[in-house]
Each structure stands twice: as structure tokens, then as C-alpha cells.
């Protein structure tokens, strides 16, 4: 089977084709130019992005940077995509330690908002598959 003689086949290259365009403007044009005055909750989502695209020299340096724009010290958004970033590099110590925080800081914080409760459940269970834990 030859999934590009399809019109369907060809749709889907060409979005993922555009999508990856918007991807590299993003990280080649919008980002430098405004890293440099982003909150702790942009940089966050930034670290996500670097992540997401397989940056994660980058992706830990930004979220490092948004745990220290964090007046209380980050939280286990920034910890829990550290920890994937940095077992990813090689680094499963380092990686523990940042997995262990999110779970510490998710423990201590019972009080946020069902949406971050959501997310950090989806985020974490994300992490256990990188990190190779079992429930």
C-alpha cells in the first residue's frame, strides 16, 4: 500500500508538513525575541515546547529559568517535564530527583484547581512511561 497516492495520504503529509512550519517559525523567530521577558508560566509552557520538540538541552534550560522566575520555586509541571527531559539525555538520577518533587510538591498541593489536577495526572503518567515506572 502506498498511503500517498491517496488524497488522504497527501492531506496528511501536507499538514503535518505545514504544522512543522509553524513549529520551526515559532522556534526560530517568535521565541529568541521574547524569552528573554517571559513569566515562570510562559516559560513552562516554552520548556513543554522544547520538550515536545526533542530539544531538551534547551527545554531544561527553560524550565530551570521558570523555576526561578517562580516566587514559590516551581511546581510539578516544570519538575515532571524536567525529569522526562533529563532521562531522556541520560541522566536518570537527576531525573528521579525531579520526579520525586513533582510527586512531593502534587502531595503538598492539594488545593489547585481540578484542571491542573487533570493535567498533572496526564503529565505524570506521561513521565512514569519515560521513566519506565510501573503503577
Not at 504544522?19 to 513569566?39: F, M
Not at 538541552?57 to 533529563?86: P, R
Request: charged share 20%; aromatic share 10%.
Amino acid at each position: 500500500m502506498r498511503p500517498f497516492r491517496s488524497v488522504g495520504g497527501r492531506l496528511a503529509l501536507a499538514l503535518t508538513l505545514v504544522v512543522a512550519g509553524v513549529l520551526a517559525i515559532v522556534y526560530l523567530i517568535v521565541v529568541p525575541s521574547y524569552r528573554t521577558s517571559l513569566e515562570n508560566n510562559e516559560l513552562n509552557t516554552l520548556g513543554v515546547v522544547y520538550y515536545r520538540v526533542g530539544e531538551m538541552t534547551k527545554a531544561i534550560e527553560t524550565l530551570q529559568a521558570s523555576i526561578k522566575a517562580d516566587t514559590a520555586g516551581g511546581n510539578a509541571h516544570d519538575f515532571l517535564f524536567l525529569a522526562m527531559a533529563y532521562y531522556r539525555l541520560g541522566n536518570p538520577k537527576r531525573a528521579e530527583e525531579y520526579f520525586s518533587k513533582a510527586t512531593n510538591w502534587a502531595e503538598t498541593h492539594t488545593d489547585i484547581p481540578a484542571s491542573w489536577k487533570e493535567e498533572l495526572k496526564s503529565f505524570r503518567a506521561e513521565a512514569e512511561g519515560v521513566l519506565g515506572k510501573s503503577k
